[in-house]
C-alpha cells in the first residue's frame, strides 16, 4: 500500500492512503491536468461561495447532486498530539507509516513530523512549527437515492483544505490533507468505500487530519460527499474556525475540555 504523506506544498494535490483510480480522476478534474481537457471560463466555474456551500460547527448542510441527496453536520472537533486521547487507535489509521513532509530549497523533502507507533504525533528536527491531528465528527443522514444510482456502496471523497487555498481561481479547492483516519473505513484499496446508507438512515463518523498550527490559525474546510465529479459545485464545505477549539484541550471540543 502506499505510504500516507501530508506535505506542506502550496496547491500540491498529495498520494493518498489507499486511495484508488478516482482520486487521479478527481486531481485531473479539479486541476484541469487531463491533456485535451477544455478550460471553463472563470466565471462558469468560480461556484464555491462562502455562505452557500459552507457550514460551520452545528450547521446542516444539503448536498443534493445527480445520484443522491444528503444531509451533513459538523457535530465536534479535536486538535491533539496524541491518537489515543480522541479513541482513535493508530492500527485503524490508512496505513502504518504515516508522515508529514515539506520540501525545503537547500535540501529537498524532509520529514517535519510522523505518528509513532503509539499514536503521538512527534514534530522532527526539521520542523519549524508543531503538528497535530485535526479530528472531526460529522453527522450524515440521506435524504433520498435517485434512480440513476445502482450501487450498493458509496465512495466517500474527503479533502481537508486551508484558508488561503479554499478557493482557487477556477474555483477548485486546494488541497493540503487528505485525511489519515476514517472511522467507517473498509481495507485496503477500498478504504473509503462503505455500504450504502440507505433513504432515511443516519450515521456519525470522525475524519482526522495532520495539519499544522499556522494552518489552524485559519479556517479550515473538510469537503466530505459521495460527489460527483462533473457537479463538484454541489460537494458540501464543512468550515473548522479557530473558536471550534482549543490548543490546551486534549478531548473533543464539545464533549467538555479536559484541560492538560
Not at 44 to 66: H, Q
Not at 147 to 152: A, G, H, P, Q, R
Not at 240 to 252: A, E, H, K
Request: glycine share 8%; charged share 30%; with cysteine.
Amino acid at each position: 500500500m502506499k505510504k500516507c504523506i501530508a506535505v506542506i506544498l502550496l496547491a500540491a494535490l498529495l498520494t493518498g492512503c489507499g486511495y484508488r483510480e478516482m482520486e487521479d480522476s478527481v486531481r485531473s478534474k479539479v486541476s484541469g491536468e487531463n491533456q485535451g481537457e477544455q478550460q471553463l471560463p472563470e466565471e462558469e466555474t468560480n461556484v464555491i461561495k462562502e455562505g452557500v456551500n459552507v457550514f460551520g460547527l452545528g450547521e446542516c448542510a444539503l448536498s443534493a447532486n445527480k445520484l443522491m441527496d444528503t444531509e451533513y453536520t459538523l457535530t465536534d472537533v479535536a486538535v491533539t498530539k496524541s491518537l489515543e486521547s480522541i479513541g482513535i487507535d493508530k492500527a485503524e489509521c490508512c496505513d502504518s507509516e504515516i508522515k508529514r513532509e515539506q520540501y525545503f530549497e537547500d535540501s529537498g523533502w524532509k520529514t517535519v513530523a510522523y505518528i509513532d507507533e503509539n499514536g503521538n504525533v512527534i514534530d522532527t528536527e526539521y520542523s519549524q512549527e508543531k503538528t497535530y491531528v485535526l479530528a472531526v465528527k460529522i453527522h450524515e443522514k440521506r435524504i433520498a437515492i435517485h434512480d440513476s444510482y445502482k450501487e450498493d456502496t458509496e465512495y466517500m471523497q474527503m479533502f481537508f483544505s486551508s484558508e488561503d487555498e479554499f478557493l482557487k481561481p477556477d474555483g477548485s479547492s486546494g488541497v493540503f490533507g487528505e485525511p489519515i483516519y476514517f472511522d467507517k473505513h473498509g481495507e485496503g484499496k477500498d478504504y473509503y468505500q462503505v455500504p450504502l446508507l440507505k433513504e432515511g438512515e443516519e450515521t456519525d463518523y470522525i475524519v482526522a487530519a495532520l495539519v499544522t498550527e499556522s494552518e489552524l490559525q485559519g479556517n479550515i474546510y473538510v469537503t466530505t460527499d459521495t460527489g460527483v465529479l462533473d457537479e463538484k459545485e454541489k460537494w458540501v464545505q464543512l468550515r473548522v474556525s479557530p473558536s471550534d477549539f482549543d490548543l490546551n484541550c486534549t478531548t473533543w471540543a464539545c464533549e467538555g475540555k479536559n484541560e492538560s
